[in-house]
């Protein structure tokens, strides 16, 4: 009876909440006004509207252009769960007052902001003085003085592209005429086109005439994007309450995606580098049970000579699902198992959701609650919920005495021997009331996550779930993250989790959730991850073979392909279906198999490199062909709009075979003057041309940029013999180019003292040269073993304990200015991650 009286309740709000939601239709909406007084600040101005409300435009950085709007005039606490970095600049603006419009500049070149006063505008102009963005006169900043909601329009031309916009289902590259939500979502096998999901970030990048800009709209609440479709002379976005707090992200003089995406990873925050092993194959389904079979399927891997560095352990190693427990039945001997898997060259990975059993007997829950951890009710009872555990309490992830509680519950874990967490379940999902089946067929049931009037405490800003639903995963992420970096300061941690927002990266691996086992789901892993990529988020992939439901042997070897150079290589499926190991599928299949994960255990340096470029700039390691060539207008374009290939860094083209039966495919090799290698045949394709290739079933096609040298090993079964490898180039000949490389032990911070080293190859006519930067970590050099080249090596790096700096004013011909700032980027970023 209560239980239904609660359900219809629930109801009745998300019924209120959905009228609210196409707010563009429904709610009452004002204009925000004219201008009607001017207050001037060291960064910008403080605008008082005509409707009320008031309005911060500041330069926040010197490419990044703050809009700050308070509907009711009155601003919160500056406070972001996405904002990283604090150690920002202070711009000083000048502002001129004209009549009818305000113009703040900066006092060096730079872009341009412009305000009419008659109705409020807002105008970016880039330092050549081209426009960049502007308000849509005729539909002017408004709010909605009784709900608080609010909304901004831009115009846009319908050539316009925008991509990012973090995890979105949607099968094209592009976002433009598509209208987004972000409200954190478990959609179990999801079709195509599905929104939301299970992702928030509210960032774009947007793309006209080769021209890059970025706006992110920091908001945690249900905000919405509609990028053309409802008018496509304009875009529009909005949230039903909260400010209208937005990032125009000018893109810098040249205005180019890789500088828009440099700003929001330094404002978000970029994915540290992880440890090396976790960027090997990794081996999951729901789930392994008992521990024989754990051991059956590492032993599996080595005997069958397939590398592997990853086993994951998901719901039902728990007690009843108790997170922090063992089912004693089927893992006897916790310790025992993962000592015996580390020694074979495993690392554990455990699943942990948030949902705590409630349970008296149980010492978790008891903590909890006597802690006053748990999310309280409006009327400030424990919150209660179904999920696997049955009736659970859930931590506050946005209280940080919550956070430092339940961080330190992994410790027994560590010390048992585990080596990462997956966060799953942190949308938060719940289960639907009275017993219906977890998972219906209804995607967006409102009643599968909290309601949204339980209390939050919003690290000191109190609100309700409405407010801080899409931070939920996120700052559980966060959680296991600092407790990680707390209890084993020495070892880079490694999370993974199914839901975030803005800024998740600097926290955890971020996989795509319960995808299906379908032609059409593997090709979506283009468009998403590509775009999660652009969104700043580094670390992704998506579950290899589709999660819900079994794959037939050629899907899965071609799916295998796809993801074997993803950032996350992971394979996984559901619960009570086939075996998904590499050598399911009969001893053909396993050879094919095989020969794509040696394939990534190849080009490891490469893509730990990449990781490491990651961190420094904020570049993608998996992107879309328009990041590298934004000025070839055919990459971002439409109709050929290039989602069925991408690339690794700037070097490396990945053309996987995506439909049945193929084996042939097209390919478009970018940019006019370039020229392209293939990997496995050695012919050569001009850039800016399609070509058909062959792409026989036990092949992924790849291509090397003519100039590039790739960093490449043996065959190794894990990334534990990676130390012994000799390290090989491939270096793709015939045009002059510079390739760089980084290489450190793959674990721990002891980097930043020493241990680590920067090779840089230069390309010409008939030479190779090769200069390093840096210190030794005991890693072998590009050798005489290598299979494809054997450059003569010249030891350059000093080891020992010297300075960096004295080290670099040692060898100025080996870098002289841009490896000292590349220090100083590192050692700042490094700062940041412990300040
Ligand atoms: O309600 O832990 O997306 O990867 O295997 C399902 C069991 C809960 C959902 C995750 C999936 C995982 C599964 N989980």
Same mark, same amino acid.
């Given at each position: 009876m209560i239980q239904n009286l609660r359900r219809h309740l629930l109801l009745g709000l998300f019924f209120l909440f959905s009228i609210v939601l196409p707010a563009q239709v429904n709610a009452v909406w004002r204009t925000?006004?004219?201008?009607v007084g001017v207050e001037r600040k060291t960064d910008g101005v403080v605008l008082t509207l005509s409707s009320g409300a008031r309005v911060g435009v500041t330069f926040?950085?010197?490419?990044v252009v703050r809009v700050r709007l308070a509907p009711r005039g009155v601003f919160e606490r500056?406070?972001?769960?996405?904002?990283?970095?604090?150690?920002r600049k202070t711009v000083a603006a000048v502002v001129r007052e004209a009549r009818d419009r305000i113009e703040i500049t900066t006092r060096v070149e730079g872009p341009k902001i412009v305000i009419t006063r008659r109705p409020f505008l807002v105008s970016v102009f880039d !330092?050549? +003085?081209?426009?960049?963005v502007e308000d849509d006169r005729a539909h002017p900043a408004a709010v909605?003085?009784?709900?608080g909601a609010i909304e901004a329009s831009k115009r846009r031309d319908h050539l316009e592209m925008y991509y990012g916009?973090?995890?979105?289902?949607?099968?094209?590259?592009?976002?433009?005429n598509q209208r987004m939500v972000m409200w954190n979502f478990d959609t179990y096998g999801y079709p195509v086109g599905?929104?939301?999901?299970y992702q928030s970030v509210p960032f774009f990048i947007a793309l006209w005439q080769g021209k890059a800009y970025g706006v992110f709209f920091?908001?945690?609440?249900?905000t919405y994007f509609d990028m053309g479709k409802t008018d496509p002379t304009r875009y529009t976005f909005g949230a039903p309450? +909260?400010?209208?707090n937005y990032y125009v992200?000018?893109?810098?003089?040249?205005?180019?995606p890789q500088k828009v995406l440099e700003d929001y990873t330094l404002l978000t925050g970029r994915t540290p580098l992880?440890?090396?092993?976790?960027?090997g194959y990794q081996q999951s389904r729901?789930?392994?049970?008992p521990a024989s079979r754990v051991r059956e399927i590492a032993r599996g891997f080595r005997e069958r000579k397939i590398p592997a560095d990853v086993i994951y352990l998901d719901i039902d190693y728990m007690d009843g699902y108790?997170?922090?427990?063992?089912d004693r039945k089927g893992f006897p001997d916790p310790p025992k198992l993962l000592r015996d898997l580390r020694e074979d060259g495993f690392r554990t990975v455990l699943i942990i959701d948030p949902g705590v059993k409630v349970?008296?007997?149980?010492a978790v829950y008891r903590e909890g609650r006597a802690g006053n951890y748990f999310h309280q009710t409006a009327d400030g009872k424990e919150f209660q919920s179904r999920v696997w555990p049955g009736v659970c309490a859930f931590p506050d992830f946005t209280n940080r005495r919550a956070r430092e509680w339940f961080g330190l519950l992994h410790r027994k874990h560590l010390d048992e021997g585990v080596s990462g967490f997956w966060n799953d379940m942190n949308e938060p999902a719940t289960f639907p009331p009275? +017993?219906?089946?977890?998972?219906?067929?209804?995607?967006?049931?409102?009643?599968?996550?909290?309601?949204?009037t339980v209390r939050h405490a919003?690290?000191?800003?109190p609100g309700d779930h409405a407010r801080y639903h899409n931070v939920y995963g996120m700052q559980m992420a966060r959680t296991t993250f600092e407790a990680l970096r707390k209890l084993r300061p020495d070892e880079r941690p490694f999370v993974l989790t199914r839901a975030g927002y803005a800024g998740v990266q600097r926290y955890a691996a971020v996989w795509t959730g319960?995808?299906?086992?379908?032609w059409a789901h593997l090709q979506l892993t283009i468009p998403m991850l590509t775009n999660m990529g652009v969104s700043g988020m580094a670390f992704v992939g998506a579950d290899v073979g589709g999660f819900s439901g079994n794959a037939s042997a050629e899907l899965y070897a071609r799916w295998l392909q796809a993801a074997a150079l993803t950032p996350f290589f992971r394979s996984h499926i559901g619960k009570d279906l086939q075996d998904r190991e590499p050598?399911?599928?009969g001893p053909g299949w396993e050879k094919i198999n095989r020969r794509t994960i040696e394939l990534r255990y190849q080009l490891l340096p490469y893509i730990y490199s990449l990781f490491h470029e990651h961190e420094r700039?904020? !570049?993608?390691?998996m992107r879309p062909l328009w990041f590298n060539?934004?000025?070839?207008?055919r990459t971002y374009?439409?109709? !050929?709009?290039?989602?069925?290939q991408y690339m690794i860094g700037t070097d490396l083209l990945v053309a996987p075979v995506m439909?049945?039966?193929?084996?042939k495919r097209a390919v478009y090799f970018p940019s006019k003057g370039a020229a392209w290698i293939d990997w496995w045949t050695g012919a050569r394709y001009v850039g800016d041309s399609t070509k058909e290739i062959d792409a026989p079933i036990d092949r992924l096609p790849i291509f090397i940029r003519a100039g590039a040298s790739i960093p490449i090993q043996p065959?190794?079964?894990?990334?534990?013999?990676?130390?012994h490898a000799p390290l090989g180039l491939v270096v793709a000949l015939g045009a002059a180019g510079q390739s760089s490389f980084y290489q450190d032990?793959?674990?721990?911070?002891a980097t930043q003292r020493n241990g680590w080293r920067i090779t840089e190859v230069t390309q010409n006519a008939n030479t190779i040269r090769l200069k390093h930067l840096g210190y030794e970590a005991g890693r072998p050099s590009p050798?005489?073993?290598?299979p494809v080249l054997q450059p003569s090596l010249k030891k350059s790096a000093p080891t020992g304990g010297k300075s960096k700096t004295s080290y670099l004013t040692k060898t100025?011909?080996?870098?002289?200015s841009s490896c000292r700032s590349r220090a100083r980027a590192r050692s700042r970023s490094r700062n940041e991650e412990q300040g």
């Open positions: 925000a006004g004219n201008v926040f950085d010197l490419d500056d406070f972001s769960y996405a904002v990283w970095s604090r150690d !330092a050549r +003085g081209q426009l960049i909605d003085l009784e709900s916009f973090g995890e979105k289902a949607f099968n094209s590259l592009s976002r433009h599905l929104d939301p999901i920091d908001n945690t609440r249900r309450g +909260g400010e209208l992200f000018t893109g810098g003089k040249e205005r180019t992880p440890p090396l092993w976790s960027l729901w789930s392994y049970y108790r997170v922090f427990t063992w349970d008296e007997k149980y009275d +017993g219906l089946p977890p998972q219906p067929d209804i995607y967006h049931d409102p009643e599968r996550t909290f309601p949204l919003g690290d000191g800003q319960d995808n299906a086992p379908s050598w399911s599928y700039t904020g !570049a993608p390691i060539y934004p000025e070839a207008v374009t439409t109709p !050929a709009n290039f989602d069925e439909s049945p039966g193929e084996i065959i190794v079964q894990h990334t534990g013999e990676m130390a032990s793959g674990e721990g911070y050798s005489s073993n290598s100025p011909s080996v870098c002289a």
